[in-house]
């Protein structure tokens, strides 16, 4: 397996998480490793989401239906879903994250080595934040066990195995069985769309870069040879630095195009799950008020952080053109203001990454989630009221 040394510590992280829930699919994988890979998620996913499937057939009223059918299979299905895109695209992840550290993507200076840095801190600070609130939701679930309902914190049901108060070595265990595998679910959740976060501020930074170097490409006064040379070649360089940059976002944008178009979907309907559910909730109740906001909070950064870097690639790449413009290219030859109007032609499409043809990474398509799951939370909750 590949090293991690030559990576990032959020993608180090990353990339342990992987390894250690048997997503590493590489070619060198060992046989064991497989093995492990087919056990692990034959107990811990197939049987795990099966079984809470299931239990919703043996809820006692709808609205008891309408929590483990909206608030946790979507979820599940989501990450399910994002994990067969990661596993069968795992290749091409890997070259990209590779292609991130490499030598075309490396900095030059001191001013732009402490921009990298800042934008490293911020994807290590957005990964610690999206971790704290998706295990929160999940161990903030313990203090169930020091009530005496004999609670399951997901489903009450699991292949007929009697529970309860007369039952309190089958409860433990399956209270254990459940909190370590909706812990794993939300770790590679996680993981999955820190990598898009990361690949995005990858992009957001490069245009930074990019936009830089074009406001300040080196206009020969002169018109010497040397002078002439260096424009040229320097030229030719943000060309190529371009065509990278688009070619890298592209890439993502095919990857994670289905993964985050069925995360937006499955979490706006999950927010409005979780906002009817915490209507009819006694707030003051920390054991069940608590784990649903540290919830409801990791929903929304799931929608949110993929809308928000991917807005700021469209906002920086629109305004390439915009910094080629503000170079003194009035002071060119007329052969070089055409080359130069070619390039301003290209950059005037901006970036914009599409979610399975529908939405776009934007703050807009995050806005207007919200507003739809607010809408259908309003009906329920209006319709709850009258019965």
Excluded at 7 to 36: H, N
Excluded at 144 to 158: A, E, I, R, V
Excluded at 188 to 211: C, E, G, K, M
């Amino acid at each position: 397996m590949v090293e991690d040394s030559e990576f990032v510590l959020c993608q180090r992280i990353t990339f342990w998480v992987w390894k250690v829930y048997g997503i590493w699919t590489t070619e060198d994988q060992s046989l064991l490793y497989r093995a492990f890979f087919w056990i692990y998620h034959f107990f811990f996913t197939f049987a795990y989401i099966f079984a809470m499937f299931l239990s919703s057939f043996f809820t006692d009223n709808s609205e008891e239906l309408w929590r483990e059918v909206m608030f946790m299979l979507l979820t599940e299905a989501a990450m399910c879903t994002k994990q067969f895109y990661l596993i069968r695209n795992f290749a091409a992840i890997l070259r990209l994250n590779r292609i991130s550290v490499s030598m075309d993507y490396s900095v030059k200076t001191d001013h732009d080595l402490k921009a990298q840095t800042r934008m490293l801190n911020r994807c290590n600070t957005v990964m610690l934040v999206f971790f704290l609130f998706s295990i929160s939701s999940v161990l903030g679930n313990v203090a169930l066990l020091f009530g005496d309902s004999y609670k399951l914190p997901y489903s009450n049901w699991f292949y007929w195995v009697p529970l309860g108060k007369n039952h309190q070595t089958n409860y433990y265990i399956m209270f254990a069985y459940q909190i370590f595998g909706m812990v794993c679910h939300c770790a590679l959740n996680v993981v999955a769309d820190i990598h898009v976060i990361y690949l995005l501020s990858v992009v957001s930074f490069q245009l930074d870069l990019l936009l830089e170097d074009l406001a300040r490409l080196p206009i020969p006064s002169s018109r010497t040879y040397i002078e002439k040379q260096l424009y040229r070649q320097t030229f030719v360089e943000h060309i190529e630095k371009y065509d990278r940059i688009h070619s890298f976002v592209r890439e993502v944008e095919h990857i994670f195009s289905v993964p985050v178009f069925i995360q937006i979907g499955a979490s706006g309907i999950t927010i409005c799950a979780v906002m009817f559910a915490l209507s009819s909730m006694d707030i003051t109740d920390l054991r069940s008020s608590v784990p649903m906001l540290c919830y409801l909070v990791a929903m929304l950064l799931q929608i949110y952080l993929p809308c928000m870097f991917g807005n700021e690639v469209t906002f920086k790449s629109h305004h390439l053109t915009n910094a080629i413009f503000s170079s003194d290219w009035y002071k060119l030859p007329v052969p070089e203001r055409k080359d130069l109007m070619r390039l301003m032609l290209r950059t005037s499409k901006p970036f914009i990454l599409k979610a399975g043809d529908y939405f776009h990474f934007s703050l807009q398509t995050f806005g207007s989630t919200l507003n739809t799951a607010y809408s259908i939370y309003a009906v329920l909750n209006r319709r709850n009221r009258t019965v």
